[in-house]
């Protein structure tokens, strides 16, 4: 399937892995990604949360505002980031409508002093930050997944090269995150209900 399916051999495959990852870096204020245990997270959501908010990529995103939140709470920090900050987000279905809510109940309730602005939605062929994000996304899980096997494996040559910089956060979403997530959706509950 493309762009996948070609005929590169392992070292033209990983020279193009070498230059996308050092590009991606180059262009990159931060690099975050969310790491959730599905299974742990499955089994910690409350049955009274209406089950179309299980999806694990709204808690991620949830925990990706609040990090980026404190990033532009701290005053000494070498990360510096625009403010208001926008969000683009990747189309999806069965998404990205709900996704956008959840970032304006999050701005209304938590971002009091305006550090977000909007959320957008885009293509991935039409963004490359989006493609870069993909990539982020699939290096980090990787690590993580390997991590979980091995506690003694190495980092791979392309989450080092997207590292480079020291501008990127793993964070992995653990219960005390889902507390804030789940208090938030309580409190949402009485609005629309998320699409199925």
């Known amino acids: 399937m493309p762009p996948f399916d070609n005929n590169w051999t392992d070292p033209e495959r990983d020279l193009f892995m070498e230059r996308v990852t050092i ?67 990747e189309r999806q279905k069965k998404f990205v409508g709900n996704a956008i809510e959840l970032f304006y109940a999050y701005k209304n309730k938590l971002d009091l002093d305006h550090k977000f602005a909007d959320m957008a939605h ?20 990787r690590k993580l997944v390997e991590e979980e096997h091995d506690p003694t494996a190495g980092l791979r040559k392309p989450f080092l090269n997207l590292a480079r910089k020291g501008n990127l956060v793993i964070m ?25």
């Open 23 to 89: 590009t991606a870096s180059e262009h990159t204020t931060l690099g975050i990604s969310c790491s959730v245990v599905c299974d742990e997270f499955e089994n910690a959501f409350p049955s009274d949360i209406h089950q179309g908010w299980k999806d694990p990529r709204y808690f991620a995103l949830f925990g990706m505002l609040g990090l980026l939140w404190e990033f532009m709470e701290k005053k000494n920090t070498r990360l510096s980031l625009p403010r208001p900050l926008h969000f683009m987000i």
């Open 122 to 141: 885009g293509s991935s062929d039409d963004y490359p930050p989006l493609q870069a994000a993909d990539l982020l996304a699939y290096e980090a899980t």
């Open 172 to 196: 992995p979403l653990r219960e005390r995150l889902l507390e804030k997530y789940v208090e938030l959706l309580r409190e949402e509950s009485a609005g629309p209900q998320p699409q199925d």
